[in-house]
């Protein structure tokens, strides 16, 4: 078995932040696909910052917006179905028309058989189904 060249500046690699020794008997081994598939997937979700739970990381994933108005409406996006889990209009569904500066939700609610356009905060409301 040929031994991996001593040529290789170890030193170097140990250096890294993390990595505390190399692997393998004869020196590193190589990976097969399946493992460098997985480290790939891994390293492409550290770069989007998939594990990341600050404000910074869950702005890049688009799961909060900057502004109060900007997470509403990407929780709540226009068109979006909801139930109302609170308040008059409780377990009713309604359709978001419009989200306003504070974070309220604008919706149209069929009440007595016609459309009526109501104001509710995004505490009541969950999504029911969201637009294409």
Same mark, same amino acid.
């Given at each position: +078995? /040929?031994?991996? /060249?001593? !040529?290789? *500046?170890?030193?170097?690699?140990?250096? $890294?932040?993390?990595? =505390?020794?190399?692997?393998? @008997? !004869? &020196?590193? $081994? #190589?990976?097969?696909?399946?493992?460098? @598939?997985?480290?790939?997937?891994?390293?492409?979700? =550290?770069?989007?910052? !998939?594990?990341?739970e600050t404000r910074a990381g869950k702005l890049r994933r688009r799961e909060i917006g900057r502004t109060k108005k900007e997470t509403t409406r990407l929780r709540f *996006? #226009? &068109? @979006?179905?909801?139930?109302?889990?609170?308040?008059?209009?409780? @377990?009713?569904?309604? =359709?978001?028309?419009?989200?306003? &500066?504070?974070?309220?939700?604008?919706? +149209?609610? /069929?009440?007595? &058989?016609?459309?009526?356009?109501?104001?509710? #905060?995004?505490?009541?409301?969950?999504?029911?189904?969201? *637009? !294409?």
């Amino acid at each position: +078995m /040929s031994r991996v /060249s001593d !040529d290789v *500046p170890w030193f170097a690699l140990r250096a $890294c932040e993390g990595v =505390e020794t190399v692997l393998g @008997s !004869d &020196g590193p $081994c #190589p990976l097969n696909k399946q493992e460098t @598939s997985a480290l790939l997937k891994l390293m492409a979700a =550290e770069r989007n910052l !998939d594990f990341d739970e600050t404000r910074a990381g869950k702005l890049r994933r688009r799961e909060i917006g900057r502004t109060k108005k900007e997470t509403t409406r990407l929780r709540f *996006p #226009p &068109g @979006s179905r909801v139930l109302i889990k609170q308040g008059p209009f409780t @377990s009713l569904t309604a =359709e978001v028309t419009n989200i306003y &500066g504070r974070g309220a939700i604008n919706a +149209m609610v /069929s009440l007595f &058989g016609r459309l009526s356009d109501i104001e509710l #905060p995004a505490e009541w409301v969950q999504v029911v189904d969201q *637009p !294409d």
